[in-house]
């Protein structure tokens, strides 16, 4: 992550996969439960849906996502809008998945977007979220993607 842009995650990643495998376990509810949280997620551009996960007082957290499908391109492109459920508007976040194929896998950008450069509990979740998502949640995609058929 640089820390140039305070607004703004961003994380690269390769994976020995293809793109459709890739795209199953960011679009299947039972496989996005598997690595990231349980919920109630459907592709359809704005749907609604809630995450549940442990709350983060550190943050002011609460545990519960309120999520929602903003745009995608099957295979390629999958953007969802995060937020608080127990505070909406407070996060306000922008998540971007965008697949490209590369040799035999899939290169893997995520992009997460809405960060308050003025806000500390803001800058806090951002360090939290940042290492969540290049240790955690890549590690863990990564080994579902390894079980899968």
Do not use: C, N
Request: no cysteine; proline share 7%.
């Amino acid at each position: 992550m640089s820390d140039d842009d305070l607004t703004t995650i961003r994380v690269d990643q390769f994976l020995a996969h293809p793109p459709a495998k890739v795209w199953r376990v960011l679009t299947e509810p039972d496989l996005i439960a598997k690595w990231l949280m349980p919920g109630d997620f459907r592709l359809e551009v704005g749907h609604r849906y809630t995450m549940e996960t442990r709350a983060i007082p550190a943050t002011g957290f609460s545990g519960r996502v309120q999520a929602e499908v903003l745009a995608f391109e099957p295979l390629s492109m999958l953007r969802i809008g995060w937020d608080d459920a127990a505070a909406p508007g407070k996060a306000g976040w922008t998540i971007t998945w965008t697949l490209v194929p590369e040799g035999g896998g899939t290169r893997l950008f995520l992009t997460h977007e809405g960060f308050d450069p003025d806000d500390p509990m803001q800058m806090q979740a951002r360090t939290i979220m940042g290492g969540g998502w290049r240790g955690m949640v890549t590690r863990r995609l990564g080994e579902l993607l390894a079980e899968q058929a």
